[in-house]
């Protein structure tokens, strides 16, 4: 279905007063009291006619001055995200600059402790045991196969160690479970935030992880609530909703997001991220995935997105959650480093580091390096007491 843009009212035309504190960056690595900064008004855009404001103008003005909102609007977002892509690139980048370091770059590395053999359908996914994809069911990776792993990750610039595992939840897995609370505990004791993806979870499960040390739970909303039937069956849009109160409800900080390139509409993209930014409490991170097709899946003819479709989803991210880490997930290696120099100006903050996303290709370190050099990029250092 494309990318179609909504066609929606224009947004109120007049921009909101200039903040009333100097505009900062919040420097996530300085170490000493940078000198004051000069005071610099909301920008004024110099244009030749009557136009009105975009709604990435309009919504990002106000972001600064007003900071996190719970309860955006469809329209609202559909504006933001139908903005003049430079719109998006510049208000993405000025809202990113008031809630943080726009040079720090979350390093996180993602590790599948559990392949194949999943009994759900998601159609995107390789493991699904429901198609031919070539990846085969295995048993748990063993305690020194993960912590290796995690040790190497962290020697990299790792700051955040992931792991995921092939189950529609956790339930009726005691052993498995209490094994995964063990790596929790001691991949933390090596200074790295932690986070884990295992499908559905109970409310004793979520408090079980934070007591073993969890940073953060990912379990994606995929796309909006609409399209999502066309996708999965095998699981409800509210059982999600169920797991992602549950995290929230321990104490967990909330890793949701979504992916983009599955046949969605521009419409389910703005679905998506309504649902996200309604939340009780905006996700702590928030990947944009855009679908690696695998051969095999019923997705498997899905034609690769343009990066603008990216920097748009960023962009609109980051305006209507400013505060959340917005990660540039899977798809990633596809693009060049100039293409993500524009997902990190409009707002993307984290990615995924090392040659693999659970069973897809990723970026490997030494590239990621080179690319940190030539952007004047800088790894975002853990905050082991926030996560």
Not at 49 to 68: C, F, K, Q, T, W
Not at 205 to 215: D, I, M, N, R, Y
Not at 266 to 283: F, I, N, Q
Not at 362 to 378: A, K, S, Y
Request: glycine share 8%; aromatic share 6%.
């Amino acid at each position: 279905m494309g990318s179609r843009l909504i066609h929606t009212s224009s947004p109120n035309s007049s921009p909101p007063p200039p903040p009333a504190t100097p505009v900062t960056d919040s420097r996530a690595t300085s170490t000493t009291a940078p000198p004051p900064p000069p005071t610099v008004a909301a920008p004024q855009d110099k244009r030749q006619d009557d136009r009105p404001l975009s709604g990435a103008a309009v919504y990002g003005l106000r972001a600064r001055e007003s900071g996190l909102r719970y309860d955006w609007t469809r329209e609202e977002i559909a504006q933001i995200y139908n903005s003049p892509i430079m719109d998006l690139l510049f208000y993405g980048s000025y809202v990113h600059r008031h809630f943080h370091d726009p040079l720090a770059v979350q390093q996180c590395t993602l590790l599948s402790i559990k392949t194949g053999g999943c009994s759900e359908d998601c159609s995107y996914c390789p493991q699904s045991s429901k198609y031919d994809t070539g990846v085969k069911g295995s048993k748990m990776l063993s305690e020194d196969v993960v912590l290796a792993a995690a040790r190497k990750a962290k020697e990299a610039g790792s700051t955040r160690f992931c792991m995921g595992a092939a189950w529609r939840s956790t339930a009726g897995r005691k052993t498995n479970f209490k094994q995964i609370l063990g790596y929790v505990t001691e991949i933390r004791g090596m200074g790295m935030e932690v986070c884990c993806t295992l499908g559905m979870l109970d409310g004793d499960q979520a408090k079980q992880l934070k007591e073993a040390g969890l940073s953060a739970y990912n379990h994606n909303l995929d796309t909006s609530r609409e399209f999502y039937p066309k996708i999965i069956t095998t699981r409800s849009y509210d059982d999600r909703l169920q797991t992602l109160a549950h995290v929230r409800d321990a104490g967990i900080h909330v890793c949701s997001g979504g992916i983009i390139g599955l046949g969605e509409s521009a419409e389910d993209r703005v679905g998506m991220l309504h649902t996200l930014s309604t939340l009780p409490k905006h996700p702590e991170s928030v990947p944009v995935n855009a679908l690696v097709a695998v051969e095999g899946t019923p997705l498997e003819k899905q034609q690769p997105v343009p990066v603008w479709d990216l920097v748009r989803m960023i962009a609109t991210a980051r305006i209507v959650m400013p505060a959340s880490m917005v990660r540039l997930s899977a798809g990633r290696v596809r693009l060049g480093m100039a293409d993500q120099a524009l997902c990190f100006m409009a707002g993307a903050n984290s990615i995924f580091t090392g040659d693999k996303l659970l069973t897809t290709q990723n970026n490997e370190w030494e590239g990621d390096q080179r690319m940190f050099e030539t952007l004047g990029l800088v790894g975002l250092k853990p905050d082991l007491v926030k996560n």
